[in-house]
């Protein structure tokens, strides 16, 4: 293998913990640099798709994943009135190779940091140490860490951004790109316990572009209920007034959801109910950012939200974020250069990601459930009188093989 490298990591999210990990396996060393002065498991469920599950597999993760998620069996695209339009099997049920997994953003996170200081040190983990400014040369480069007026400088030979979509790194490179893009999407999260439901192991996406409820299962219980994650989505606008800069942890309300979800009441789902009974309620709009035309500047890539925020349709958000992370691992030490490598790395996951940004923005698996609304908006009696079912399978086969799933 080629020299090992000596790399910092701003950004102790999913993305840049994975990174951690799969930069440590191959013998780098690594530090990491996050914001916050003490990491809290925020967020609430996400769904890891089973290409990134191979990564976290091969960190040695597979055992402490499936202590702390739901193997998700299906993904059932509904109406709004919970008929089924079509039931994708994940998973083993579906020929995957790996799970897919539904877990809580914060567990999995909590899992990868236990991985990062048991493997790598905690006196290589750094929090209050939020990447202000960098320079490089040639041969090195200089990060800054800490408050903008009493930060400490670092040197390395390779800086990796996986600071989130307010990336530092970005902004500098891409000084004119201005805020995060809305769609006009509101998107509601919660976290109910409530009676298990279909499989006990499905997660459904119901609705159509302008009201969407998508649930599924992060936890279960041995009296039948599981801790069901949901996340409501209204359409309140054109996305041409600014939102206000999101917060993954601003308070959502109840009341805003009633009049769009009030008599959403399914066979095997009380959607008003689940949204009731919540514990905390957060609130974020859909927001991206347009595709880069490069990710690598020298001895500095973008890895995750910093390199490629998107809206969360199809489960991507931090799957990519892992792809990127085992990508640049990969590059890094496949070169004797910094500059190859990340060259090298953002050929491998630039117009991956860039692809699934723009089919996102065109409703990327939403277009089924559209497709349906459009066709029958007050339900249906036979799915076949809407619409013919082969086509909704090629829609989403269309969108799984772009977003890189692979089955055996
Ligand atoms: C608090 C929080 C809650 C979230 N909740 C959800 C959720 O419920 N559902 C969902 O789909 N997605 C959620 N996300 C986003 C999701 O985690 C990402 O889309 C995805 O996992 C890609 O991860 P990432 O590591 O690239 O970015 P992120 O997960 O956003 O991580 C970026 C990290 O970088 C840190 N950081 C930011 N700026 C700097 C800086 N200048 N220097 C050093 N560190 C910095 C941040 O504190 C954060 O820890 C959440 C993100 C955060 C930060």
Redesign the pocket.
């Known amino acids: 293998m080629p020299k090992p490298f000596d790399i910092a990591i701003?950004?102790?999210?999913?993305?840049?913990?994975?990174a951690a990990l799969t930069l440590h396996a191959r013998g780098h060393r690594v530090r990491v640099?996050?914001?916050?002065k003490a990491?809290?498991p925020?967020?609430?469920?996400?769904n890891v798709l089973p290409h990134a599950v191979a990564v976290l597999s091969e960190l040695g993760l597979a055992d402490a994943l499936d202590a702390v998620s739901i193997r998700t069996k299906e993904v059932v695209f509904a109406n709004r009135f919970g008929q089924t339009i079509y039931a994708d099997p994940r998973g083993a049920e579906g020929g995957y190779s790996h799970p897919q997994y539904s877990i809580h953003?914060?567990a999995?996170?909590m899992l990868l940091l236990d991985a990062v200081r048991a493997r790598i040190g905690a006196e290589n983990l750094f929090t209050g140490?939020?990447?202000?400014s960098f320079d490089q040369s040639e041969t090195a480069i200089r990060a800054y860490?800490g408050e903008p007026n009493r930060s400490t400088s670092i040197d390395c030979d390779v800086l990796i951004?996986?600071?989130?979509?307010?990336?530092?790194v970005r902004r500098k490179h891409h000084p004119g790109e201005g805020l995060p893009k809305w769609n006009g999407v509101m998107m509601w999260?919660g976290t109910t316990r409530a009676p298990a439901f279909l499989s006990g192991r499905s997660m459904v996406q119901a609705g159509h572009r302008d009201a969407k409820f998508v649930c599924y299962p992060i936890a279960q219980f041995d009296d039948g209920t599981a801790l069901l994650n949901w996340?409501a989505d209204i359409r309140v606008g054109d996305g041409s007034v600014p939102p206000g800069r999101e917060d993954?942890?601003k308070p959502g309300r109840v009341e805003d959801l009633m009049p769009i979800f009030g008599d959403w009441r399914f066979d095997y789902l009380d959607v008003p109910q689940v949204i009731r009974a919540a514990s905390a309620i957060?609130e974020?709009p859909m927001v991206d950012r347009d595709p880069l035309p490069c990710w690598s500047f020298g001895r500095v890539g973008l890895?995750?939200?910093?390199?490629h925020?998107?809206y969360?349709i199809g489960s991507n958000?931090?799957t990519?974020?892992i792809l990127?992370a085992r990508a640049i691992a990969d590059a890094l030490s496949q070169h004797d250069e910094v500059e190859p490598a990340l060259l090298a790395y953002d050929a491998a996951r630039r117009p991956a990601t860039s692809a699934i940004i723009e089919m996102n923005r065109r409703e990327g698996l939403d277009a089924v459930l559209d497709l349906v609304h459009t066709r029958a908006p007050g339900g249906f009696n036979r799915l076949e009188d809407v619409v013919d079912p082969a086509e909704i399978a090629r829609m989403i086969q269309a969108y799984k093989s772009a977003a890189g799933h692979r089955t055996q």
């Open positions: 701003a950004g102790a999210g999913i993305g840049g913990l994975t640099f996050e914001a916050v990491i809290e925020l967020g609430v469920g996400i953003r914060g999995l996170q140490a939020r990447l202000q860490f951004a996986a600071d989130g979509i307010h990336s530092v999260r996340i993954w942890n957060f974020f890895l995750g939200d910093a390199a925020p998107m969360p958000g931090a990519q974020a990127d």
